[in-house]
Structure formats: structure tokens, C-alpha cells
């Protein structure tokens, strides 16, 4: 059976370059991954960044589109290239240079989800990993290639939001000593993927909402915003990870009491988000 890439939310009135997307919120687990994982349900989902989707979903509301994934993490990783194959886990792939990712299990097709707990026994064969690819990971990045160069197209420029959530125990020693730890961390590769302008308005929609926020440190971006963000062509990439246990109880993976709550909290970010893609809020493209 055929799985669907993702889900697609178009806003009634395309009013901003901004596309939200989430590649890692994906939750159609295939029974064939789950009859031949050694994973139970609930460890099978722990890389999964769960429910981010929801968080989101007021995008279309405020003039922008939400791309996400319905494949889910553990099947086929949309953060990663295409290329990025793991010879520990599929059959008849050569070992090339050293790639840290791939290394440590978290290739397109991981190998293992949090913790390092492997997904599989064995290997599985080339085929089944090209088709995963094929049938998963190529239609969407189709499709955020399109919303991007849409975007483009009618504003002349394009902001793509890549929105992601990170374990709360990631971020328990990123505030150094003295200092409170971030709530969302905002990552551009260092400047590489999006313009300071740029930034700096998705950080100031965060802190307006009271929330604390870090840059590149410990999430930098990975795949997507390397490959989307280029600031000298007005097109821009930032990666957005949120701190989980703002919404959800991890060791559950399910919503806790305050999940409607952040969700609203953060419908006023996607709002202000949303509204330095308009026309009106200035030419994009004047740093």
C-alpha cells in the first residue's frame, strides 16, 4: 500500500512569502516497519516530532502554507539528502567519506531513533531504501521546492520555517552557567541559510510572545535549511526547535494539560511571523 507523503494546507489568500513546513511530525508508521522493529509503538515514535503539525496549523489561517510530513522519521528522514545512505543498514551501499550523521545512525533511512536504540536487527535491502526515497522523500521536497519558488515568484522573495521540536533534556545544559535555558532554539547555519534581518524578526516574534530564545546553539540546521537557504538570492531558510515539554509529556509522547494553552501562546508567533512575509511590512529584500 501506498504511502502518502504528506499533507498540504493552503491559506484561502496566499498573503506571505513565509511557508511553514515540518518533516519530522509524521505519524503513519507502516505495519511493516512495526511487525519487523524490535521497537514496541511508543520507542518507535521517540524521534518523531510529535504534534508539531498541530502547533502549526494556524499558518494557513494568517496567509501562509504548512507542508507536513506523513511519513514518519523512523521510515524515511526529510531532513536529510537524498544520498545520505547508511551501509551499516542497507545492503550493497558503499562506505564513503566519513558522514557524522550517517555515522551515528541518523541517515535517510535511520538506522536507529533516540537514545541509539536500533530500529531493526539486521539490514534491509537497496531497493526497499530507493523506494522509501522515491515514494516519500522526493514527493515532498518536490512540493516544498514548489511553495518556495511560488512564494518567490509572487514576492519576490521566500522564507521557509522549518519547525521542528527538540527533547527538553537536549537543551538542559545550553543555557551555560547563569543563564536560563531557551524555550525555542532558531538555527541558520551561522548566517548562512537566512538573512540577519531575517532572523531577527522570527527571533522577535518568539521573545514578543515571552519566550526565550537561542540561536544556532545546540541546533544549527541540518539538510533543509543547507539546501533551501539562500539569503543572496532572497531565499531564506531558519529552523525552528521547540523545547517539548511545553506541550506534551515526552515519556507519554502524548499532549499534557498545557498544550492548548502553548498552542494559542503560539499562534500569536506564527501571526508575526507570518506578517513580515506581506508586502506591507516592507521590501524583504532591502538589508
Not at 509524521?26 to 515514535?45: E, F, K, T, V
Not at 536487527?121 to 518556495?148: F, N, T, V
Request: aromatic share 6%; proline share 6%.
Amino acid at each position: 500500500m501506498r504511502m502518502a507523503a504528506f499533507d498540504l494546507t493552503r491559506p484561502a489568500m496566499h498573503t506571505s512569502c513565509i511557508v511553514f513546513a515540518s518533516p519530522h511530525s509524521g505519524r503513519d508508521y507502516p505495519h511493516s516497519l512495526l511487525a519487523r522493529s524490535g521497537l514496541d509503538a511508543r520507542q518507535i515514535r521517540s524521534s518523531e516530532d510529535a504534534f508539531v503539525d498541530r502547533l502549526f496549523d494556524k499558518a494557513p489561517a494568517h496567509g501562509a502554507p504548512l507542508l507536513a510530513a506523513r511519513a514518519p522519521r523512523a521510515w524515511v528522514d526529510l531532513n536529510r539528502a537524498a544520498d545520505e545512505l547508511d551501509p551499516a543498514l542497507i545492503e550493497g551501499v558503499a562506505r564513503r567519506g566519513h558522514n557524522p550523521r550517517v555515522a551515528s545512525g541518523l541517515g535517510v533511512i535511520p538506522r536507529v531513533v533516540a537514545g541509539g536504540r536500533a530500529i531493526y536487527d539486521g539490514k534491509i535491502g537497496l531497493d526497499e531504501a530507493r523506494q522509501r526515497i522515491e515514494s516519500c522523500w522526493m514527493p515532498y521536497h518536490a512540493a516544498l521546492q514548489a511553495l518556495l519558488a511560488e512564494s518567490h515568484a509572487r514576492f519576490g522573495e521566500s522564507v521557509l520555517v522549518d519547525c521542528h521540536s527538540m527533547p527538553h533534556e537536549a537543551i538542559e545544559l545550553a543555557g551555560g552557567p547563569g543563564r536560563r535555558r531557551p524555550h525555542v532554539v532558531l538555527g541558520d547555519r551561522f548566517g548562512a541559510a537566512a538573512s540577519p534581518r531575517i532572523m531577527a524578526g522570527i527571533e522577535a516574534a518568539f521573545t514578543s510572545a515571552g519566550l526565550r530564545v537561542a540561536r544556532n546553539t545546540p541546533f544549527a540546521g541540518a539538510y533543509v535549511t543547507q539546501a533551501y537557504g539562500r539569503p543572496s538570492r532572497r531565499q531564506h531558510a531558519v529552523q525552528v526547535e521547540i523545547d517539548r515539554s511545553l506541550y506534551m509529556d515526552e515519556a507519554r509522547i502524548a499532549p499534557h494539560a498545557g498544550f492548548d494553552a502553548f498552542r494559542a501562546q503560539l499562534g500569536e508567533v506564527i501571526a508575526r511571523i507570518a506578517a513580515l512575509g506581506r508586502p506591507e511590512a516592507g521590501q524583504l529584500a532591502a538589508e
